[in-house]
């Protein structure tokens, strides 16, 4: 009885992993717009890639991660900013902020908390740090890790960082 019933539980846990691995898998097939598309929490996140000419960079062959911020993060910005950058005299200025979310090469949440800085696509540095026992970069919190794409990983922010300046 004992040796079924621990057979039962590696084939389930086997069973598990296998369904794990496949949902990653599928995850994985697709680049990163596509991912934060599926994920339905990043409307505002692609609506702004579109409009900054980003989305076909974020669709090459990365590898990137993005700190993405969600609809949420958006909403906390004062009203009419996001419609304001979407405007095309705005476009400089969005891509400037779009690119500041985004660091080239794959850096999975483990590497992230190892880090005190990192160096975005727009040329300026991410302060990274813990608090609370969580993982802050500047001033926004990491909500949630490691959303893989085919052409990188998504780390999920509760906030829209600016570079200083913007």
Do not use: C, W
């Amino acid at each position: 009885m004992q040796l079924r019933i621990a057979n039962l539980v590696v084939a389930t846990a086997t069973a598990l992993s296998m369904i794990s691995v496949g949902t990653s898998a599928r995850a994985a097939e697709q680049d990163i717009v596509e991912t934060a598309v599926a994920a339905g929490q990043f409307k505002t996140l692609a609506a702004a890639l579109s409009g900054a000419g980003l989305a076909s960079t974020l669709k090459g062959p990365g590898p990137f991660t993005v700190f993405a911020p969600t609809d949420a993060a958006f909403a906390k910005l004062p009203a009419g900013t996001v419609e304001s950058l979407l405007k095309p005299e705005n476009k400089d200025k969005l891509t400037a902020i779009l690119t500041y979310h985004v660091v080239p090469g794959r850096v999975p949440a483990a590497d992230v908390g190892k880090l005190q800085e990192a160096k975005t696509v727009n040329g300026k540095m991410l302060t990274v740090s813990t608090k609370s026992g969580g993982v802050m970069i500047n001033e926004a919190q990491v909500t949630a890790t490691d959303i893989a794409a085919s052409n990188g990983v998504i780390n999920v922010i509760d906030s829209v960082i600016l570079p200083a300046g913007n």
